[in-house]
């Protein structure tokens, strides 16, 4: 073993990548177990539909949280955008392009939350909470507390087509994303701008990194994944209904902080997040077929994000969101 | 022999690599009122902390005969009669003057358990203002007044309330430098405070005016980076005196190797490699403007809160000033923008280098190419990764880092490794000036002496060096002039050729100057 594969190792077992993954394996031996339908092909493709909602919606948060800062409207944004995408499905003939309107849209939406973040130096915190419920009343205007249908055959296919047999499209959508943004992550201005604001914001200012623009990014970011989550979830359900992206709001943060990214910023990254959407999605998806009902897995969930948080994070930093 | 308040013996304490204070011992007598002098960074704050219960001493035990064990938060100094008045101000501005008097013991004051009475709250305020023959109305808000009127509050509350609100009858008050911003008619209550307490308590008093000190103590105590020097009685020193005790340490020429210094006429005529017109920044310096020539080491010094440090992150832009203009090579004027004078050669080194300097927790390539994305990344954000490893090896070489390589994290490397990092990350630039705030601060002997080679290796090239340190020492050595600042102004430039080096008494003075109490001849 090379000298650079063997301190890589070293690396990722200080780091803690083995835990998350552990769980992972415990989950689908425990599950597997406990209820016959859990491991059958039919259940899989099911809960790699559903994963990948989360993992698109997560994509753009994670570098959110990556720099010490927080997005609750991911699920607002999935929700507004996906009315929006089913209006202009029901206007425009656009089909398969209604997949750019979404990312405009989202990005635009994202990008407002990052402008009033960055140049109003309010918490972040604060800001997606107050969007949060702007978002959600101006999708339910748009909704009427009914759920909106739209008929366009190609838009659907993109999320429940299977090219891959047995493996729905949006989970091909949701994993190059998630490969693609790793590597920004990992091999960009974009992505090492994202670790220093987390690490140290006034390092990073020191440094001449001109840290306001980048918040705008991260958040613009957020809202281009949170839209395309939206259009594709839309286009796996046949209709955008009041309670799309409604669990949003917990699992985003749960499956980030769960695969390791630390709330205090600088630590972790999207390419752990994966793990972290695998375990909720497993979660959520096996007490469904155990029988579990939905106030207990509300309980377990909120239970094994704190949980998460207290394993995960560095008390010598504070605790502080901004 | 005097009753003993206060007994501190061989206390130390460590901050990571550097030591703040290093086996020193302090006795506070029974109706004795003692100075506390040193240098910035002497250990004096670490001392009254210590006193005071925010920090545990590494080694030595704090004594205070018939009162208890020593304190180890400073709500359990306060009710061992043990007051404090912070550098800091420590009063909350939203409260009327009333509620911070009182601040930690509105449990005194409750109805029913819960509701706070008010009236019995302001009287018991207004009682202590008038007790100490001030006139503040204590239902103001306390940040409607005035600068010096707060500090006021402050020396009011720590004076009066160990008697006052703790029932105390012999309070040990402990002041840091609670006169640098006090008005006139406010010093006059302060020494009538410091006559009463001497009656009743003990006085443990820091400053940077001596004849204050001096005018005010029974006994004075000089500490020098971390040590005790000496005791001694205000009758056995002058002013003179007490600076030599403070600073006297023998300057080696051959350290800050000033046989190096570029000579004042190498480029006479040439454009300034840096200029900046009048900066000001409300609260931190106002008409500030200085030029440095190329090869110049421009010195900066003052005290603590002369400036100096905001005046840097402005110049350097990172804290905008609110006027001021920077010209580069004699280029058009403009207003400093931290990226914009990045590109242009300008680098900046923070005095604080674990909160601004880098990212601890981040390897040391990552903090060495940490304001370099322009050079270390392609236009479509690709990072370079092969580039930085072969820079950040060159830069471990080339400063003798000692690290196990640029993935290292930089949190396992020592202070003065550290330090050598953050000043890598702008030899990887092509720089014309560098800005350096305090760039030896919690560094050992070892690696101060090469920052200062690397610091005459730049000048060699031409770089123009701006130096603000409170090291007076680094300050004379390697500065070819010294500017000194003064309430954000610079007051006083000092020549500071090789052959004719000013002293550190001199600095000093011109630090102080001005800074002098009322009635007390300079």
Not at chain 1, 279 to 303: C, F
Not at chain 2, 50 to 73: K, Y
Not at chain 2, 445 to 450: D, L, R, S, T
């Amino acid at each position: 073993m090379s000298e650079a594969a063997k301190t890589s190792v070293a690396n990722a077992l200080r780091s803690g990548i083995w835990l998350p993954i552990a769980v992972v394996f415990a989950l689908i031996v425990f599950f597997s177990f406990a209820s016959d339908a859990f491991l059958t092909m039919r259940n899989m493709t099911g809960i790699l539909g559903q994963a990948s909602t989360l993992l698109l919606a997560c994509l753009g948060a994670s570098f959110v949280i990556l720099m010490g800062s927080i997005d609750l409207s991911v699920g607002a944004i999935v929700l507004l955008v996906g009315a929006i995408t089913v209006t202009v499905l029901n206007m425009f003939d656009l089909g398969v392009s209604a997949l750019f309107v979404a990312m405009v849209a989202g990005g635009m939406l994202g990008a407002l939350n990052g402008a009033i973040y960055a140049f109003g130096r309010i918490p972040s915190f604060v800001v997606t909470l107050g969007s949060l419920s702007v978002f959600t009343g101006a999708a339910w205007e748009i909704l009427q507390g009914r759920a909106m249908r739209f008929s366009s055959f190609a838009f659907e296919d993109l999320a429940i087509g299977q090219l891959i047999p047995s493996v729905p499209n949006i989970a091909l959508f949701a994993f190059g994303a998630w490969a693609l943004m790793s590597i920004v992550g990992q091999r960009t201005r974009f992505g090492r701008t994202m670790y220093s604001i987390g690490g140290g914001e006034a390092v990073a200012r020191t440094a001449g990194i001109p840290v306001r623009r980048y918040k705008i990014y991260a958040f613009a970011l957020s809202g281009v994944a949170a839209g395309l989550a939206g259009a594709l979830a839309v286009a796996r359900l046949g209709a955008a209904g009041p309670t799309l992206g409604q669990d949003l709001l917990l699992n985003t943060l749960a499956a980030i902080v769960v695969g390791g990214t630390s709330l205090s910023g600088g630590v972790g990254g999207v390419h752990r997040t994966l793990i972290g959407v695998a375990i909720i999605a497993l979660l959520d998806n096996g007490l469904n077929l155990m029988g579990v009902n939905q106030y207990t897995q509300m309980i377990v969930k909120g239970s094994v994000v704190i949980a998460a948080v207290l394993v995960g994070q560095d008390r010598s930093k504070s605790v502080t969101v901004k | 022999m005097q009753a003993v308040a206060l007994n501190a013996k061989g206390l130390s304490k460590r901050f990571g690599e550097s030591v703040a204070l290093a086996d020193v011992d302090l006795t506070l007598g029974a109706r004795q009122v003692v100075g506390l002098v040193g240098e910035n960074g002497a250990g004096k704050s670490t001392l009254l902390n210590i006193l005071s219960g925010l920090l545990r001493p590494d080694r030595g035990a704090v004594d205070l005969p018939g009162r208890g064990p020593a304190p180890h938060t400073y709500a359990e100094a306060q009710h061992l009669g043990i007051a404090r008045v912070f550098q800091e101000q420590a009063l909350i501005g939203a409260l009327p003057v009333y509620e911070n008097l009182l601040l930690g013991v509105e449990a005194r004051f409750t109805r029913f358990g819960q509701l706070l009475d008010k009236r019995a709250m302001v009287a018991k305020a207004q009682a202590m203002v008038d007790e100490a023959n001030a006139s503040i109305d204590v239902r103001r808000t306390t940040d409607d007044l005035s600068f010096s009127t707060r500090q006021l509050i402050e020396i009011i509350r720590a004076c009066l309330a160990p008697t006052m609100l703790y029932g105390q009858s012999a309070p040990i008050v402990l002041l840091d430098e609670p006169t640098a911003s006090l008005e006139r008619g406010d010093e006059a209550t302060f020494f009538d405070l410091v006559a009463r307490i001497r009656q009743e308590g003990s006085l443990l008093f820091v400053s940077h005016r001596l004849t204050e000190v001096l005018s005010l103590c029974d006994d004075i105590v000089v500490l020098k980076d971390g040590r005790f020097v000496t005791r001694v009685a205000p009758s056995d020193v002058d002013e003179r005196g007490l600076h030599r005790l403070m600073v006297g340490r023998e300057r080696d020429s051959d350290y800050y190797h000033e046989d190096r210094q570029r000579p004042a006429d190498a480029d006479a005529g040439a454009a300034p490699a840096f200029a900046a017109r009048n900066f000001r920044r409300e609260g931190a310096y106002e008409d500030v403007s200085l030029t440095v020539a190329p090869g110049e080491v421009l010195g900066i010094g003052g005290l603590l809160e002369s400036g100096k440090s905001a005046f840097g992150k402005g110049l350097a832009g990172i804290e905008a000033p609110q006027a001021g203009e920077i010209s580069i090579k004699g280029d058009p004027w403009r207003a400093p923008v931290a990226g914009a004078l990045i590109a242009e050669g300008v680098g900046y080194v923070p005095a604080e280098r674990l909160a601004e300097g880098m990212i601890a927790d981040q390897s040391v390539a990552w903090n060495m190419v940490l304001p370099s994305a322009d050079l270390f990344s392609n236009r479509l954000g690709w990072w370079r990764q092969r580039k930085e490893t072969a820079v950040t090896e060159a830069m471990i070489t080339r400063l003798g880092i000692k690290a196990p390589g640029p993935k290292a994290r930089s949190s396992r490397l020592s202070g003065g490794n550290q330090q050598k990092v953050v000043l890598a990350r702008w030899l990887a630039r092509d720089l014309s000036v560098l800005i350096l705030d305090n760039p030896t601060r919690g560094v050992d002997a070892g690696a101060k002496e090469e920052i200062y080679r690397l610091i005459r290796d730049l000048t060699d090239e031409g770089v123009a060096i701006v130096l603000i340190t409170d090291e007076l020492l680094e300050l004379i050595g390697l500065s070819n002039r010294i500017a000194i600042m003064r309430h954000g102004r610079i007051e006083t430039m000092i020549e500071a050729p090789p052959e004719d080096k000013p002293t550190e008494q001199a600095l000093v003075t011109a630090m102080l100057a001005g800074a002098l109490p009322t009635g007390v001849a300079a």
